[in-house]
């Protein structure tokens, strides 16, 4: 695999991780916020990083699947999916 020239899918998933990072900073910024209809916004946010998650797993199996057909060589993708940690 040419490290020099990422696949498609590599990008993906870097761009699903960097948004599943904004989703999260978003949720932290929600925490102590006591406004009507704060919980409603919690809850959406909290949806979105799980679509996000479920996202980044099925493009990580998918990644893992890939196979060069010259060689036949699979080209595994490990990915570590973080918690929600909001630090004041």
């Known amino acids: 695999m ?5 696949s498609i899918m590599d990008h993906t998933i870097e761009d ?8 999260q ?7 102590d916020q006591t406004w009507d209809g ?3 916004e919690r809850s959406q946010a909290l949806q ?7 996202l980044i797993k099925k493009l ?8 060069d057909d010259k060689t036949g060589e ?3 993708f490990m990915i570590y999916i973080c918690p929600v940690l909001c630090v004041a």
């Open 60 to 67: 990580g199996r998918e990644a893992q699947e890939h196979t």
């Open 38 to 40: 704060i919980e409603e």
């Open 48 to 54: 979105k990083i799980e679509r996000q998650k479920r």
């Open 74 to 76: 699979s080209y595994p």
């Open 2 to 6: 040419d490290m020099a020239n990422p």
């Open 16 to 23: 699903e991780m960097e948004e599943l990072t904004v989703q």
């Open 25 to 31: 900073a978003i949720l932290c910024s929600l925490e």
